[in-house]
Each structure stands twice: as structure tokens, then as C-alpha cells.
């Protein structure tokens, strides 16, 4: 147990302090270890106190070149002994997918510096669960890092509001994720964007792969070119401008309008015939059995996505170079499978690095 406590401890990277003062300035305040200038720029860029609407976000959450960033932004209290500050975010980076275990303990970490005015305070916590896992305080309520697994992070997201927006086309969706497309979500409310972008993985969930989700991107050059940089993603984005990118995705989803677009050139690979009809009904089925919780309509879809595994193993052999798994496309086409299910299982054996090069 003291070895997984451990492991889960080294997956913090760090912690910073952002401040808005009385006269509206926003500035990086502290940080604990040191941070690189372009981490900075684009954590101010994300926490809502550089924003101009003056809107606040609680809690937000994204990926930048494999680190993972949590803010949470609170405002100051006239009680509080920040005299001078009128807001401030508390920045947790950290290896790990799991904003619910961030949340917690920046709010831990508010409460204190809310209390003593200090960032020193607060390093002795993040030290204190960076070694030990664990921060205890009378007054600021404690914290547990083993009380936060990463799988109930995945299933924090409900796949039946999904489906009860999307219906059918939820499984353009799946495929999209099945072939490790771009996926593109857009709504003005980065609440929302982070909602529905972090359920989505959990439709491939054989994989239990979330370093796909960038739930909250901005069209800077830097973050796009690091994105671009992902064979296949899910990104968020507040900004509408980004619907006239085509060349940032595959599979455009307007969260605010409910339509889903592929674009032009995912288009063949992306065809759907009578499989997907299948896998769309058993997902809406699944989705629409009130007796059903998400998390039985997520294993509903992974016993489904296996089946489709199971189809694509007798057409696998073992390369002679290293024993690795791939497609004999030959016996492939002599199944004479309907065009669109032979087009998406040769699709799915690329995605899986299955083709002979």
C-alpha cells in the first residue's frame, strides 16, 4: 500500500499562485518548484482572471504537452487579510487525469491562503501530500490522495447524457475514437466543453486512454502546433472561430447546436454501413435503459467494441519482423464483408498499427 501511495505522489509536478489586485492587474505571483516561462504564459491564458467577460470559472481543467493543469479560482472575501487582492488562482500541475482529486485539495490550499496570506503554508502542504500523500489540517479539512482512484475519474462523465443529445450519431462519435480521428468539441461555456469531452474516451473504454482529452485548448499558435503534434485527440474550445479550421479535426461537434459535421476529408474512411447501425442501436438501447447506470452502458459498449476485435483477429497474423500483430488484407477482401464494414475494419487495423509497412 506505502509503494502505491508513492507512486501516486510523484505524479504532481507543481504548484503556482495567480493574483488579480485591486487595480485589475493579473500577475504570476508563486510557484513551487520553478516553471518554464511558456507554462506560465498559458496558465494565465487559462485561468479565467486574464479573461475580459469577467466571468469566473471555479474550476478548469486541460493538457499542454503532457502536463496537466488544474485552476481553481476563488474571490476574495472582504474579511480576508488579502487586502490587496480581489481574486486568485490556485494552479496544480500535475502526470495525472483527475480533476475531482485536484479540485479537493486546491480547495484545501484556498482556504489556507485565504487564512494566513502566504504561499508558505501552502508549499508545506503540496510537500506534505508530495511525499506523503496525505495534508491534514484542523481548520482547512484534510486530504487523501488514495481516496482519488483514476478510474473513477473516468467515470465521473455520464455517457447517457451523451446520448440523449446526440441519439444515433453518437456513434459517429465511437468510430471517430475507434480510428483515433480529431475530434473537435465546441460550446461558449468551458464548463460545459469540459463535461462532454471528458466522457468521451470512456466510449473506447478498452483503451482507458485519457492523454487524448485536451478539454480546454485556445487557438494560439504554441497550443495548436503541440496539439497537431497528437495522432488522435478530443479538444475543447470556447471560441467559434475554430469551426472554420478544418484542419484541426475529423469530426466537428457543435455542443451548443447539437450537430455533429465530419469533415470532408475523414469523409471516406469514415463511411458507415449496416456495423455502425448496429453499434449506434446498441448504444442508444443501452443508453435509454433507465435500470442502466453509466457505467454498464460504458461495459455494454466495450463488450460490443470487443466483438469488433474479434472480427478483425481471424484476418491478423504474426509478422515475421518482431511478432507483431497485422492485417492480411488479401483474406480481408475475400470475406466480401459490405463496403463500408471491410472500409472501417481496414481503418481500425491502421489505427492499431496493424498494416504492413
Not at 446520448?163 to 465511437?174: A, P, R
Not at 448504444?283 to 463488450?303: G, H, R
Amino acid at each position: 500500500m506505502a509503494a502505491a501511495g508513492a507512486a501516486d505522489t510523484q505524479l504532481m509536478l507543481g504548484v503556482g499562485l495567480i493574483e488579480k489586485d485591486t487595480n485589475g492587474e493579473v500577475l504570476w505571483v508563486w510557484c513551487y518548484p520553478s516553471t518554464t516561462a511558456a507554462l506560465r504564459n498559458l496558465l494565465l491564458r487559462k485561468c479565467c482572471l486574464t479573461d475580459e467577460n469577467k466571468l469566473l470559472h471555479p474550476f478548469v481543467f486541460g493538457q499542454y504537452r503532457r502536463t496537466w493543469f488544474y485552476i481553481t479560482t476563488i474571490e476574495v472575501p472582504d474579511s480576508s487579510i488579502l487586502k490587496k487582492v480581489t481574486h486568485f488562482s490556485i494552479v496544480l500541475t500535475a502526470k495525472d487525469f483527475n480533476p475531482e482529486k485536484y479540485a479537493a485539495f486546491a480547495r484545501i490550499l484556498c482556504r489556507m491562503y485565504l487564512k494566513h496570506g502566504s504561499p508558505v503554508k501552502m508549499m508545506e502542504s503540496y510537500i506534505a501530500v508530495l511525499t506523503k500523500g496525505i495534508c491534514q489540517s484542523e481548520e482547512n479539512g484534510s486530504f487523501l490522495s488514495k481516496d482519488f482512484d483514476a478510474r473513477k475519474a473516468y467515470l465521473a462523465g455520464s455517457i447517457k447524457d451523451i446520448v440523449s443529445q446526440f441519439g444515433m450519431e453518437t456513434v459517429i462519435l465511437h468510430t471517430a475514437l475507434m480510428l483515433k480521428k480529431r475530434i473537435v468539441v465546441y460550446h461558449p461555456k468551458i464548463e460545459a466543453v469540459q463535461e462532454f469531452t471528458r466522457t468521451l474516451p470512456a466510449l473506447v473504454w478498452h483503451r482507458q486512454d485519457w492523454t487524448i482529452l485536451h478539454s480546454y485548448v485556445h487557438l494560439n499558435a504554441d497550443e495548436l502546433e503541440a496539439l497537431q503534434m497528437c495522432t488522435g485527440y478530443i479538444a475543447g474550445f470556447v471560441d467559434l472561430e475554430v469551426s472554420n479550421r478544418p484542419d484541426l479535426y475529423d469530426v466537428f461537434v457543435n455542443l451548443a447546436d447539437s450537430e455533429i459535421t465530419i469533415a470532408p476529408l475523414a469523409k471516406e474512411s469514415m463511411a458507415m454501413g449496416k456495423l455502425h447501425k448496429e453499434i449506434g442501436q446498441l448504444i442508444v438501447q443501452s443508453a435509454e435503459d433507465p435500470e442502466k447506470s453509466d457505467s454498464q452502458v460504458i461495459q455494454d459498449i466495450a463488450l460490443k467494441t470487443k466483438e469488433i476485435f474479434t472480427n478483425l483477429a481471424p484476418f491478423s497474423e504474426v509478422s515475421g519482423d518482431g511478432g507483431k500483430l497485422v492485417l492480411n488484407l488479401e483474406a480481408l477482401k475475400q470475406k466480401r464483408f459490405p463496403p463500408a464494414t471491410e472500409n472501417f475494419l481496414y481503418h481500425l487495423a491502421a489505427a492499431e498499427q496493424m498494416l504492413k509497412l
